[in-house]
């Protein structure tokens, strides 16, 4: 696939000269350059290949390029390109269709958005119109979105220079490796997280209160699947005091932790689901808002003030309508959830070996190593440090996804075990290079 017109010097150039960037310093930017993609591998223009355990922004839960959804794209194409969001399309239909079926019972319909952000945002605003209030409670250790109500609803730093929505109060989440709440198990970590919600909603004033936001598993966060309970928790003090749950299921969902939705593993049923990304693994940009029955009636003699351009575009759901079908098909979600057990089991004799892992928690394929200095103080490895393994890691052809003093461990959901040994092995060798500089 090398492309002999142009190469990565020349990429990165042009680049640099005309594309402004996401959360960045434009002058201290250094992208990776890519031009290809295939499974879990990427190539850059020089022909150099990497093994993406990113997933990118934890979407590509197909891989790159699957062949299935690529020639649905293709076909979509050439029936029709784009339709008004107040049209019906039977494409639409089948999208919005399989989605529902593959919600909890109680849910009957999809609101489309662009992406995770503007679910959030229509999902917030769905429950502010039913409840007739104005609050939204979400975690401080989240993120949800960057637009105006869900980058203010997002409890990391990203919040801080964008707050210009109002009504939003933030909580702690569980986080028992880092407790705020003096925790010594997951049991009292649980018990205490939901007294300090319980604290934070009546001293807000409960009847204030539109929402509670929450990702079923904190993702970008580091990847903190709540203890046994909360959740169930969450859900009770939301129908003691008439509260809608939103799940933001946006990177959580579709196989990420070895279900369709992360919220099967805590039988709960939520008000409201967000979703993006895995949905059809960022193949056309897509997101949206899965509503269930007791909110979608309310609709139902009521206007819903609020829509996009590109709400339910067909080729965002030809690739929905095929992403699903394909990852039945190859039993892409059971896979991951067996890729679960060979990388938990990596990762944490990653973690016997080497004093830097503080932690390993996750699911499915979605994990993270948390790095420290010093395992008794648990001091996070410096930046330095992090950048190290990132180039360590990237030198070595493996993709690796960094976030704070974390490795995110992220790949598709149809990786293979060979790929994951393969992973495995680099992540080992960077660790012990690293250790050696960093270690207190
Ligand atoms: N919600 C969660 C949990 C996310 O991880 C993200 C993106 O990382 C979003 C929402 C926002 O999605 P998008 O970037 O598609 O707007």
């Not at 909360?230 to 003691?240: I, T």
Request: with cysteine.
């Amino acid at each position: 696939t090398h492309d002999q017109k142009t190469n990565n010097a020349l990429v990165h150039q042009q680049d640099r000269e005309f594309v402004f960037h996401s959360w960045s310093v434009q002058g201290a930017l250094n992208p990776l350059v890519i031009q290809s993609g295939q499974g879990c591998v990427l190539w850059d223009y020089d022909g150099k290949e990497y093994l993406d355990f990113s997933s990118q922004l934890v979407n590509t839960n197909i891989g790159h390029q699957h062949p299935k959804v690529v020639a649905a794209i293709k076909a979509q194409a050439d029936e029709l390109t784009t339709i008004a969001p107040s049209t019906a399309n039977h494409m639409r239909n089948q999208a919005a269709q399989r989605i529902v079926a593959l919600a909890p019972a109680g849910f009957s319909k999809v609101f489309f958005t662009n992406a995770g952000a503007d679910a959030n945002e229509n999902a917030i605003r769905m429950a502010r119109l039913y409840t007739g209030r104005d609050k939204v409670l979400s975690s401080y250790r989240s993120y949800h979105g960057n637009t105006g109500a869900a980058i203010v609803a997002t409890g990391d730093a990203r919040r801080v220079p964008n707050e210009y929505a109002r009504g939003h109060v933030h909580f702690f989440s569980p986080y028992l490796y880092r407790s705020e709440f003096w925790a010594a198990d997951e049991a009292q970590e649980c018990a205490r997280a939901l007294h300090h919600l319980r604290r934070v909603i009546e001293s807000e004033g409960p009847d204030g209160i539109a929402a509670i936001l929450l990702e079923s598993v904190p993702g970008t966060a580091g990847i903190m699947v709540p203890p046994p309970g909360y959740m169930q928790g969450v859900r009770a003090l939301c129908d003691e005091f008439g509260i809608i749950m939103i799940m933001d299921e946006v990177m959580s969902g579709f196989g990420r932790t070895g279900k369709w939705f992360a919220l099967e593993h805590y039988d709960v049923v939520p008000d409201l689901i967000t979703f993006a990304k895995g949905v059809n693994s960022g193949y056309v940009p897509a997101g949206g808002v899965i509503i269930s029955t007791a909110l979608s009636d309310y609709f139902n003699d009521k206007m819903f003030p609020g829509g996009l351009t590109y709400s339910g575009h067909p080729l965002a759901m030809a690739s929905i309508v095929a992403t699903i079908d394909a990852m039945k098909e190859e039993g892409m979600v059971e896979h991951a959830a067996q890729m679960g057990e060979l990388l938990g089991a990596g990762l944490r004799a990653l973690a016997d070996k080497h004093a830097l892992i503080g932690e390993v928690r996750g699911m499915g394929v979605f994990w993270a190593l948390e790095l420290v200095a010093n395992r008794a103080s648990r001091a996070k490895l410096p930046a330095a440090a992090m950048n190290t393994i990132k180039a360590a890691c990237m030198a070595r052809g493996l993709l690796p996804f960094i976030a704070d003093n974390r490795i995110h461990v992220v790949p598709p959901c149809n990786v293979s075990a060979e790929e994951v040994a393969r992973a495995l092995a680099i992540y080992d060798d960077v660790l012990a290079k690293v250790a050696v500089e960093y270690t207190e």
